[in-house]
Antibody, heavy 121, light 107 residues
């Protein structure tokens, strides 16, 4: 069965960086893209970007461009999201989510459990 | 960027009621519209993709319709376990924006 398992809770100071991992299992990792979505406390869902596990192509939300990097490691079936120059408004639960169709942007059919990142001095 | 406007933002209904949520896109999104359910403390769950396709394993009381810019999500007979927040999302154009959510409560 498809599973996405994310790394644990992080507490960071303003200006620091965080790297969240998302380990995939139960499917052919290289065939599906991974998106990252975040949710600030009590707020809605915000799409951050997507990476193709097949060729590494990335698309990032404009507001995060320059601070976010998404990567994959096919040897361990793991996707990563690094966010730099953290601010208090980056405090959120961060989710990874798999594309529902291979080799194509689409809906998100499987989600990780979420990783809480708290940015506080 | 494409703006997704959901309404209502909150909704109170009784068990057995028919519930409808709408989502309007700021431009034509070619039916690339998904619906998710999120319960407190949990990851979102895909219910409907491409406007009207029911995800495998999702109860048939959930349905979606619409095209172009105007879309509708319906629960035909509300059940207690349907209490959640529902989000629409477009993936026609980057960034793949979500609606602001509709919080559904039991009356």
């Amino acid at each position: 069965q498809v599973q996405l398992v994310q790394s644990g809770t992080e507490v960071k100071k303003p200006g620091a960086s965080v790297k969240v991992s998302c380990k995939a299992s139960g499917y052919t990792f290289l065939s599906y893209g991974i998106s990252w979505v975040r949710q600030a406390p009590g707020q809605g869902l915000e799409w951050m970007g997507r990476i193709s596990a097949y060729n590494g192509n990335t698309n990032y939300a404009q507001k995060l461009r320059g601070r976010v990097t998404m990567t994959t490691d096919a040897s361990t079936n793991t996707a990563y999201m690094e966010l730099r120059s953290l601010r208090s408004d980056d405090t959120a639960v961060y989710y990874c989510a798999r594309d529902g169709r291979p080799y194509s942007n689409s809906w998100h059919d499987y989600w990780g459990q979420g990783t809480l990142v708290t940015v506080s001095s | 960027d494409i703006q997704m406007t959901q309404s209502p933002s909150s909704l109170s209904a009784s068990v057995g009621d028919r519930v409808t949520i709408t989502c309007q896109a700021s431009q034509d999104i070619n039916n690339y519209l998904n619906w998710y359910q999120q319960k407190p403390g949990k990851a979102p769950k895909l219910l409907i993709y491409d406007a009207s396709n029911l995800e495998t394993g999702v109860p048939s009381r959930f349905s979606g319709s619409g095209s172009g810019t105007d879309f509708t999500f319906t629960i035909s007979s509300l059940q207690p376990e349907d209490i959640a927040t529902y989000y629409c999302q477009q993936y026609d154009n980057l960034p793949y924006s979500f609606g602001q959510g509709t919080k559904l409560e039991i009356k």
